[in-house]
């Protein structure tokens, strides 16, 4: 059965900063691209940022390039986003994807595994 789980999300201040993890289980996590994507209530789910299994490409929002960093522990099992210079318009439950081809898309139609998010709230 597979799992991710993501965690580090609080209610922060604007210009403070948050690491959220995505711990992957039941799955070969090396194989995957992972995604963070990020949501409100009544709105699509919006892509933020993507990494292929490898590393090698790495994918980021407008909304977030720049302030936001993707990375990955494949020793770990585990997907971080660091997330710099927070605006209140990045409140959203944030949550991660596994993509089976390993790619990493910026589409949340192409992901095959989620998790059940974690709140971030960030405060004026």
């Known amino acids: 059965q597979v799992q991710l789980k993501e965690a580090g999300g609080g209610l922060v201040q604007a210009g403070d900063s948050l690491r959220l993890s995505c711990t992957a289980s039941?799955?070969?996590?090396?194989?995957?691209?992972m995604g963070w994507f990020r949501q409100t209530p009544g709105k699509e789910r919006e892509f933020v940022a993507a990494?292929?299994?490898?590393?090698?490409?790495?994918y980021y929002s407008d909304s977030v390039k720049g302030r936001f960093t993707i990375s990955r522990d494949n020793t770990k099992n585990t997907v971080y986003l660091q997330m710099d210079s927070l605006k209140p318009e990045d409140t959203a439950v944030y949550l991660c994807?596994?993509?089976?081809?390993?790619?990493?898309?910026?589409?949340?139609?192409?992901?095959?595994?989620w998790g059940q998010g974690t709140q971030v709230t960030v405060a004026t």
């Open positions: 990494i292929s299994w490898s590393g090698s490409s790495i």
């Open positions: 039941g799955l070969t996590f090396k194989d995957y691209g």
């Open positions: 994807g596994a993509d089976t081809y390993g790619l990493g898309y910026e589409g949340a139609s192409e992901y095959d595994f």
